[in-house]
């Protein structure tokens, strides 16, 4: 490994919410990690609440659909397959699984009260 290992190599930002941290890692291999290969290439950081090298955060992603960079919260994005923001995933809902679609219409009811 590397001597920039653990130095933040930017800053992510999530385009919905504005979510900002410094990342330490972008791509499906966490640094310190043995057998870990993300299902998408992610940004990420060593995780400062765990003294074990191998724990990591991950911070979000690119949505596969308009590229925006989101973050991993549940009112900003969702993976299924691949990374999709909420807005994107609204505009093609009828394209998502019934179980997904189902999902947001109790999230959305449940906002409302």
Do not use: W
């Amino acid at each position: 490994m590397d001597s920039s290992e653990g130095v933040a190599r930017g800053v992510f930002t999530c385009e919905l919410c504005e979510l900002s941290s410094p990342y330490t890692f972008y791509g499906q291999k966490p640094p310190n990690t043995r057998g870990i290969v993300l299902l998408e290439e992610c940004y990420g950081m060593r995780d400062p609440f765990n003294p074990e090298k191998e724990k990591f955060l991950l911070l979000g992603s690119k949505c596969s659909v308009c590229n925006k960079t989101v973050c991993v919260g549940t009112e900003c994005s969702l993976f299924y397959t691949k990374r999709f923001c909420l807005p994107c995933v609204r505009e093609h809902l009828d394209q998502f699984p019934e179980q997904i679609q189902t999902e947001l219409a109790k999230k959305k009811s449940a906002q409302k009260t």
